[in-house]
């Protein structure tokens, strides 16, 4: 398809199912969440922001306890860096959760890191927060 032109048919609308903010690198919106559902628990996956920012939260739900996990990519060399999750808030507007269905949330996660680079080591907050919309997979 090199060359050619995109007619409409090429082209497949994208849904936005994130609108979330990090200031991780940055300020900007992460405004994709994937999320799957197998023996009662709930995988979140929210990214977006590409290609200046390559990062992504994942959440993973089992009852009423939640974890999260913040990977982020850096264009320079760091070393030792770590994060650590200081606060955390989810909550759902229906907590019926049905595989092909739409979940409605917001989430808000604070996580400090610290990293060494060029001998410096430095730790800094950030935040991911906003409102998220996917269909259950």
């Given at each position: 398809m090199t060359g050619e032109k995109v007619s409409k048919r090429d082209k497949?609308?994208?849904?936005?199912?994130s609108n979330c903010v990090s200031t991780h690198q940055g300020q900007h919106v992460m405004e994709f969440c994937d999320a799957t559902y197998d023996s009662g628990v709930l995988s979140l996956e929210i990214y977006g922001g590409m290609p200046a920012y390559s990062s992504s939260l994942r959440i993973i739900v089992k009852g009423v306890d939640f974890s999260c996990r913040f990977k982020g990519v850096y264009p320079a060399p760091v070393s030792n860096c770590r994060r650590k999750i200081i606060a955390k808030k989810l909550t759902f507007k229906d907590r019926?959760?049905?595989k092909g269905?739409?979940?409605f949330g917001r989430v808000s996660v604070e996580f400090e890191e610290t990293s060494t680079y060029k001998g410096k080591t430095e730790?800094?907050?950030h935040k991911i927060e906003g409102y998220i919309k996917p269909v259950v997979k």
């Open positions: 497949k609308p994208v849904e936005h199912t019926k959760i049905k269905k739409r979940l730790t800094v907050r």
